[in-house]
């Protein structure tokens, strides 16, 4: 029994605790999470330490930081079968990624769109903890010697600088690190606004009706999608062109688990109304076990406090192993 487990795959995989999950992390990847752990070996991570290359406030931010734990639990990441800790727990992961630094080029960082885009969203706080941001991520990754990671599209060139940089490392150094795998789903893997169905859905959109939040209300999901911005056709296909259409039918395929054809039998005939509707009752319907779990956990921190201590402790000694490699490698005095 012990001999399959070891030959599971590994799995890592992280979020920012900066707010509560947008339907965007949670169709992209969250959701993707909980089935992965019976058949890998998974790590799921709340990513503090990359958090606060934006300013956070200290209080605010501890809440937030519980709350997005009680919420990776309720939806569906089990302690008994996953380790799920919280990054700065783990002080391996400011150490790997401090290393990892130095070897990831200027050249390599200056490219990385999250950069370019967040620092122009942040001109009075461009730090370099934002530059370094997927130096860390890589550390992330290579500490646990991920097999896959889950993620959204928009994290695909940080994963392709971790291939990089695991593949120089070991280019110097022999075989120390596990070149790892993206594992971006086929549908939702860029769920977009509901208010500009060519961006992608954010937490930090300023338009409240741009983005569902996971712990929305049923009315307030609703009342978001009937405000969608769609097309001035009133087809319910998926076509080059139909951004917001494209969009909705993506999402309520996602929660229904109907494929594209049988959408557009369903609402053949009918308006955008009804299926903007639909795809808001398909969604507020989807989320409420979550938003259940979610009440009852979070009304024992005691429990959480257990499951995040457990899982820094797992985390803390599959990293030890790594590090340690790393180090002797690198010909620090042990
Ligand atoms: P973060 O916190 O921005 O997002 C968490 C996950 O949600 C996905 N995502 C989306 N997917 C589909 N549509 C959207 N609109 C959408 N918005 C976000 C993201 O792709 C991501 O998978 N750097 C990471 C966190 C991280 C990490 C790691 C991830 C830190 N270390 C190691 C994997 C492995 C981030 O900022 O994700």
Same mark, same amino acid.
């Given at each position: 029994?012990?001999?399959?487990?070891?030959?599971?795959?590994?799995?890592?995989?992280?979020?920012?605790?900066?707010?509560? =999950?947008?339907?965007?992390?949670?169709?992209?990847?969250?959701?993707?999470?909980?089935?992965?752990?019976?058949?890998?070996?998974?790590?799921?991570?709340?990513?503090?330490?990359?958090?606060?290359?934006?300013?956070?406030?200290?209080?605010?931010?501890?809440?937030?930081?519980?709350?997005?734990?009680?919420?990776?639990?309720?939806?569906?990441?089990?302690?008994?079968?996953?380790?799920?800790?919280?990054?700065?727990?783990?002080?391996?992961?400011?150490?790997?990624?401090?290393?990892?630094?130095?070897?990831?080029? =200027?050249?390599?960082?200056?490219?990385?769109?999250? =950069?370019?885009?967040?620092?122009?969203?942040?001109?009075?706080?461009?730090?370099?903890?934002?530059?370094?941001?997927?130096?860390?991520?890589?550390?992330?990754?290579?500490?646990?010697?991920?097999?896959?990671?889950?993620?959204?599209?928009?994290?695909?060139?940080?994963?392709?600088?971790?291939?990089?940089?695991?593949?120089?490392?070991?280019?110097?150094?022999?075989?120390?690190?596990?070149?790892?795998?993206?594992?971006?789903?086929?549908?939702?893997?860029?769920?977009?606004?509901?208010?500009?169905?060519?961006?992608?859905?954010?937490?930090?959109?300023?338009?409240?009706?741009?983005?569902?939040?996971?712990?929305?209300?049923?009315?307030?999901?609703?009342?978001?999608?009937?405000?969608?911005?769609?097309?001035?056709?009133?087809?319910?296909?998926?076509?080059?062109?139909?951004?917001?259409?494209?969009?909705?039918?993506?999402?309520?395929?996602?929660?229904?688990?109907?494929?594209?054809?049988?959408?557009?039998?369903? =609402?053949?005939?009918?308006?955008?109304?009804?299926?903007?509707?639909?795809?808001?009752?398909?969604?507020?319907?989807?989320?409420?076990?979550?938003?259940?779990?979610?009440?009852?956990?979070?009304?024992?921190?005691?429990?959480?406090?257990?499951?995040?201590?457990?899982?820094?402790?797992?985390?803390?000694?599959?990293?030890?192993?790594?590090?340690?490699?790393?180090?002797?490698?690198?010909?620090?005095?042990?």
């Amino acid at each position: 029994m012990e001999e399959v487990k070891q030959k599971k795959k590994v799995i890592l995989s992280g979020i920012q605790p900066t707010g509560i =999950f947008t339907l965007g992390n949670y169709i992209g990847a969250v959701k993707n999470w909980a089935p992965m752990q019976d058949e890998y070996n998974c790590a799921y991570m709340l990513a503090d330490l990359h958090a606060i290359t934006v300013r956070q406030d200290p209080k605010a931010f501890r809440e937030q930081t519980m709350t997005c734990y009680a919420l990776l639990l309720a939806c569906g990441l089990d302690p008994e079968k996953s380790i799920i800790f919280i990054q700065s727990h783990v002080p391996a992961h400011a150490e790997l990624g401090w290393i990892l630094e130095c070897y990831t080029q =200027f050249g390599e960082l200056s490219r990385m769109t999250q =950069f370019k885009d967040k620092s122009a969203k942040h001109a009075d706080n461009v730090n370099a903890g934002l530059f370094t941001y997927p130096s860390l991520m890589a550390a992330d990754i290579l500490l646990y010697q991920a097999d896959l990671v889950p993620v959204g599209a928009d994290q695909r060139q940080h994963l392709e600088l971790t291939r990089d940089i695991a593949t120089r490392f070991n280019g110097i150094y022999g075989n120390v690190f596990k070149i790892p795998e993206g594992f971006i789903p086929k549908a939702g893997a860029k769920i977009m606004s509901l208010a500009e169905p060519t961006k992608k859905m954010s937490k930090s959109d300023e338009n409240p009706n741009a983005c569902i939040s996971i712990l929305d209300k049923p009315e307030v999901i609703i009342k978001k999608f009937k405000r969608a911005v769609t097309d001035s056709e009133a087809e319910v296909c998926y076509r080059d062109g139909k951004d917001g259409i494209n969009n909705l039918m993506t999402i309520y395929s996602t929660v229904t688990g109907k494929t594209f054809d049988e959408i557009t039998a369903e =609402f053949a005939g009918h308006g955008y109304g009804d299926f903007k509707l639909a795809v808001g009752e398909a969604v507020a319907e989807h989320l409420r076990p979550i938003r259940e779990v979610f009440d009852r956990l979070m009304a024992d921190k005691a429990y959480l406090e257990s499951c995040y201590r457990k899982g820094a402790e797992m985390a803390s000694r599959i990293s030890a192993r790594t590090m340690d490699k790393v180090k002797k490698k690198i010909g620090f005095v042990l």
